[in-house]
């Protein structure tokens, strides 16, 4: 036979195009001809190929070769063909029966030795191709896992060129049930840090507890040792588990990053991406050369993305993710394509008063030696722009280091109150308001208050007249941006969440106003006793 026919999966971002994989093995001067929109990798398809066959034991057929993946104007890359290509050539040249490939689809790298190597992208690519119709998939035994978590596909896993050809030949069969598909039930994750471990800061863990009820972007300002950092590691543990979509939807998009753990092949929890300040733009949003990998946004989809040291980021990074908070998805256009992918990501950032630190802290350390031009010019780099599209913005003051001392000395009187409360306490709380706003929100296409745009908030949902008078003054002095305001209105329906109230108080208005001015922790703590 001349002409041997399979299917593969070609990825643009997270979006899978079932790809037609055909070899024809003709008269001719021995030559292999690749027609097909590839990258360097893929180029040298050949030589990988051509290696891995001689080493199973085949034989390369001394004719011409041409292999074509259609359709053509989908951008192709990387190695994840050379499974596909290998079987379909030696079906091609009556090496093998053609028919069995010819209802698979089959996805592979091969090194020289001929073993079949795991590539990413693997989940989103089955998702795909499954909804385009197929069902049979031949995938590295590396990657069953996560090929096997889409319900009702037919997954095998090979190991080797060597055992993909003995089961074509009915020499042998290819063992499917080695490895159960994973399931929400089975997911397991590392234990997220707890918020008994914070000393203090009753009113900012208030505020961490209003951010993960509503899904609402925080901007914790303080001097080194306060907690920031704590606080924000801490916040996954308090959000809800990932519904069975949402965590195919984050497991797809680390298989493309190929940030998959061994051995956990679904992400049942929100995920916690924490760049380094060093970070390029690239890093944050996503690229590379050809066709652009995931960023930090979308690592952090449906989860947390925190910048320790926020000011110390670049400009250009703290500008670049304007766009994704506003939209939720980062688009990249680089010379292979263009590609989406999602970053519906809460952002938490932390930064110290000024640069050397001091600032805030204990009278009886050093006093802040900045310049006050310095000290403003820092806090400038958290823009005008970027900090309107911020919800939440507290001062965090030190705590008390009698308190500090007090908890490491056993038989200590001292009475640590909030600070006391688990994780688990603070997240029941955050998912009984979850459960409000997801009732007052079915039917539309948002699940938290922060994701809803203000019109629509102003217009289905408006604030009783009597809440909206501090509001209205605040907004007379000509204190806040209209999407101020509209972030002010969201806090103040997640407040009304976490009270069980049908609508938001004057007090839960007021208590959202002070939230976003970014007021320290001692008057914040006034206000949420007011609003209690």
Request: proline share 7%; hydrophobic share 45%; charged share 20%.
């Amino acid at each position: 036979m001349a002409l041997a026919r399979t299917r593969s999966v070609a990825l643009v971002g997270v979006d899978a195009h079932v790809i037609d994989v055909e070899v024809d093995v003709g008269p001719g001067v021995p030559e292999f001809t690749l027609t097909a929109l590839s990258d360097r990798v893929l180029g040298q398809v050949k030589h990988r190929v051509r290696a891995a066959i001689t080493n199973s034991g085949e034989k390369w057929p001394q004719r011409r070769t041409t292999a074509s993946l259609s359709p053509a104007t989908v951008p192709k890359s990387g190695s994840r063909y050379d499974l596909a290509i290998a079987a379909t050539l030696l079906a091609a040249a009556d090496a093998l029966p053609p028919e069995p490939l010819r209802d698979w689809v089959v996805i592979g790298e091969l090194d020289l030795a001929g073993r079949v190597r795991a590539v990413t992208g693997v989940l989103p690519s089955v998702i795909g191709a499954y909804r385009s119709g197929a069902r049979r998939f031949v995938v590295p035994r590396a990657n069953v896992g996560e090929a096997r978590l889409v319900g009702g596909a037919e997954v095998a896993g090979v190991g080797s060129l060597r055992e993909l050809c003995a089961w074509v030949r009915g020499e042998a069969s290819l063992d499917d049930d080695d490895e159960p598909a994973a399931s929400l039930e089975d997911a397991t994750a590392p234990e997220p840090p707890d918020f008994r471990d914070v000393l203090g800061q009753e009113a900012a863990r208030h505020a961490m507890e209003v951010a993960a009820a509503g899904g609402h972007h925080v901007l914790m300002l303080g001097p080194p040792g306060v907690g920031k950092t704590m606080l924000a590691e801490r916040l996954p543990g308090i959000l809800p588990d990932l519904s069975e979509d949402e965590a195919l939807e984050v497991t797809g998009l680390h298989s493309v990053a190929g940030r998959l753990r061994p051995g956990a092949p679904l992400i049942s929890r929100p995920p916690f991406c924490a760049p380094h300040h060093t970070a390029s733009v690239a890093a944050i949003v996503g690229g590379g050369s050809g066709l652009a990998s995931p960023g930090a946004v979308s690592l952090a989809h449906r989860g947390v993305l925190f910048l320790d040291e926020a000011p110390l980021f670049p400009a250009r990074v703290l500008d670049a993710l304007r766009e994704p908070l506003e939209s939720g998805s980062v688009t990249l256009a680089r010379a292979g394509g263009v590609v989406t992918y999602p970053a519906r990501f809460q952002l938490v950032l932390a930064a110290n008063p000024c640069p050397c630190s001091a600032a805030g802290r204990d009278a009886t350390l050093a006093a802040c030696t900045c310049p006050g031009v310095t000290a403003r010019a820092y806090q400038a780099k958290l823009s005008g722009a970027f900090r309107d599209r911020l919800d939440l913005m507290i001062e965090l003051l030190p705590v008390s280091r009698a308190l500090i001392v007090d908890s490491g000395v056993a038989g200590s009187r001292a009475v640590l109150g909030a600070a006391a409360e688990s994780s688990a306490s603070i997240r029941a709380r955050v998912l009984a308001a979850r459960a409000r706003s997801a009732e007052r929100l079915a039917g539309t296409p948002w699940s938290t208050n922060a994701e809803v745009p203000g019109s629509v908030l102003r217009r289905r949902w408006p604030v009783a007249a009597a809440a909206g008078r501090s509001l209205r003054r605040v907004v007379d002095a000509g204190v806040l941006s209209n999407r101020g305001v509209d972030r002010v209105l969201k806090v103040s329906w997640t407040l009304a969440d976490l009270a069980g109230r049908d609508q938001p108080s004057a007090e839960d208005v007021h208590l959202a106003l002070v939230l976003r001015a970014g007021r320290s922790v001692a008057d914040l703590a006034v206000s949420w006793a007011v609003s209690a």
